[in-house]
């Protein structure tokens, strides 16, 4: 796993072994990437499950301006530090929050913190036919509080498996869909 583009463009990141974290595969952070384009520029990203702080790291390099990791392992996060001094990045550049993500979304709306890209590719459920996701992915959609974290004109960026068929509330509207393998990786703006 690397960082694809950007000042850190090349640079390897660790990841811890085993299959507690599940990082965004180069080939599907490459396809968002493309489709996101300068809109990474001067962004103020949030990452929700964090892992590796892979999807965050690729934003830096590529000029966002601030990066925010929630990532509630404590050894994963430390994971998150060693990628971003290999990545060479400003330290300041990237703040790090142990902690639940759903903790961490209604702790940042209350504070009325607001980014211009949230990025989440949480861990994958299980397959749902005929009934309605309980997966991480579809808790982030029902979360009432994420949509006030993002800016007018803003995207949150969902990773989720295709077999988990998701239902998308009101509250957001879907601008584009990338499919890669069991990967499906969804475009969100506020409705």
């Not at 952070?29 to 949030?46: D, I």
């Not at 990452?47 to 965050?56: K, R």
Request: proline fraction near 6%; charged fraction near 25%; charge should be positive.
């Amino acid at each position: 796993m690397r960082i694809i583009g950007g000042s850190a463009g090349g640079v390897l990141l660790k990841a811890p072994k085993g299959f507690a974290v599940r990082p965004t595969p180069d080939l599907v952070r490459q396809a968002v990437f493309n489709s996101l384009g300068p809109r990474v520029q001067r962004a103020r990203v949030l990452e929700l499950f964090a892992g590796t702080g892979a999807l965050s790291l690729e934003c830096l390099s590529r000029g966002a301006v601030l990066a925010l990791c929630v990532e509630k392992s404590g050894r994963h996060a430390q994971f998150i530090h060693r990628n971003l001094e290999q990545a060479r990045l400003p330290p300041q550049s990237l703040h790090l929050r142990v902690q639940d993500a759903f903790v961490a979304i209604r702790q940042l709306a209350g504070e009325r913190q607001q980014f211009d890209l949230i990025l989440a590719d949480p861990p994958y459920g299980e397959k749902n036919i005929g009934r309605r996701s309980t997966s991480l992915a579809q808790q982030l959609l029902d979360e009432l509080a994420l949509p006030e974290l993002l800016q007018a004109g803003g995207l949150f960026i969902l990773g989720h498996t295709k077999r988990d068929t998701l239902s998308l509330p009101p509250a957001w509207e879907e601008t584009k869909l990338l499919k890669h393998g069991d990967t499906i990786m969804r475009f969100l703006r506020r409705h």
